[in-house]
Nanobody, 116 residues
Framework: QVQLVESGGGLVQPGGSLRLSCAASGSIFGIYARSWHRQAPGKQRELVAHIAGNGNTNYTDSVKGRFTISRDRAKSTVYLQMNNLKPEDTAVYYC??????????WGKGTLVTVSS
């Protein structure tokens, strides 16, 4: 079992930056990929950024050039650096881990609010 805990959310003005963190614990050797998702009020959860086991990254079009996903394997932590934030980025951001046995684990989420 893998436990994920997100942190770093908060209130930021448009154009500002935040860095989200997702720390993993438990059976971390079973993790082969990590990702960030978000869910805005009244909308479905969507994939924001993904980092594969080989380090390859992918982003949804709306965040390309503004968000960066990275990882620190020594700390079992994944980060999401978010720059030039827009009001439409307001959402609860969730961390996900994909496991070798086909299961996924989710964190409880951290709220990001972009507003002046």
């Amino acid at each position: 079992q893998v436990q994920l805990v997100e942190s770093g959310g908060g209130l930021v003005q448009p154009g500002g930056s935040l860095r989200l963190s997702c720390a993993a614990s438990g059976s971390i050797f079973g993790i082969y990929a990590r990702s960030w998702h978000r869910q805005a009020p009244g909308k479905q959860r969507e994939l924001v950024a993904h980092i594969a086991g080989n380090g390859n990254t992918n982003y949804t079009d709306s965040v390309k050039g503004r968000f960066t996903i990275s990882r620190d394997r020594a700390k079992s932590t994944v980060y999401l650096q978010m720059n030039n934030l827009k009001p439409e980025d307001t959402a609860v951001y969730y961390c996900q881990a994909e496991l070798l046995d086909g299961r996924t684990s989710w964190g409880k989420g951290t709220l990001v609010t972009v507003s002046s």
